[in-house]
C-alpha cells in the first residue's frame, strides 16, 4: 500500500483491478475542508487518461509492474513478433495491444515489455528513437529552422513535422512520448 501523499511521476497503483500510471498529480490544501491531492492517471492496458481525486494520505496498492527485456523481430502484416531475450522465446502481439507504440519499432530494437500479474500490460519505449526519413518535400537551399514545417513520412509509416531543411535519408531523433521531432541526427 502507498499514501497519496507519496505519490511522484511515473509510480504504478492498482485501482479496481486495472493498472494505473500516475503522469501528473498536485496537492491541494484549501482554506476551508481537508486536503486532497488531484492526480492525472494513464490506464497501462488501455492507455486512456482519468483525472482522479484521493483524500490526503489515502492507502492505494502499488501495482508491481514487472520489466522484461525483448527484442522487436518483425510484423508479419497483423500481428508483432518479439523475442524474449532470456530464454530466446518468441511470441507475437496485436496493434490494439501495443497501441502508439508501433509508430516506433524498428526492427532488431530492444524494448521492456511491462507484465502485470503474469500478463503483457504494454511495452516501455526508450524516450528517443532515431528514424530515417524516407519520404518528404525536398529541401530548398535557404531554408532554415526557423519559419515552418512539412510533414515527413519515417521507416515505420509515422509521419511527424519537420523543418523544411530535412531531405529524405536523413535520420531524425523522435520523442516517443508525445511523437515530436527533435533533432537531426
Do not use: C, W
Amino acid at each position: 500500500m502507498i499514501s497519496t501523499n507519496d505519490f511522484r511521476t511515473g509510480l504504478t497503483i492498482e485501482i479496481d483491478g486495472d493498472v494505473f500510471q500516475v503522469v501528473d498529480f498536485q496537492h491541494v490544501k484549501p482554506g476551508k475542508g481537508s486536503a486532497f491531492v488531484r492526480s492525472k492517471l494513464r490506464n497501462m492496458r488501455t492507455g486512456a487518461m482519468v483525472d482522479r481525486t484521493f483524500n490526503a494520505g489515502e492507502k492505494i496498492p502499488r501495482a508491481r509492474v514487472e520489466r522484461k527485456e525483448v527484442q522487436y523481430l518483425y510484423n508479419d502484416g497483423k500481428d508483432y513478433h518479439f523475442m524474449d531475450m532470456e530464454s530466446y522465446d518468441q511470441f507475437s502481439m496485436s496493434v490494439d495491444e501495443l497501441g502508439d507504440a508501433v509508430k516506433f519499432l524498428k526492427e532488431n530494437m530492444n524494448i521492456n515489455l511491462l507484465m502485470f500479474q503474469e500478463r503483457s500490460i504494454g511495452v516501455d519505449l526508450p524516450t528517443f528513437v532515431e528514424l530515417e526519413v524516407v519520404e518528404t518535400a525536398p529541401g530548398i537551399k535557404g531554408d532554415t529552422a526557423s519559419g515552418g514545417s512539412k510533414p515527413a513520412k519515417l521507416e515505420t509509416g509515422y509521419i511527424v513535422q519537420v523543418p523544411f531543411f530535412i531531405n529524405i535519408g536523413d535520420v531524425l531523433q523522435i520523442d516517443t512520448r508525445d511523437g515530436h521531432y527533435i533533432k537531426r541526427v
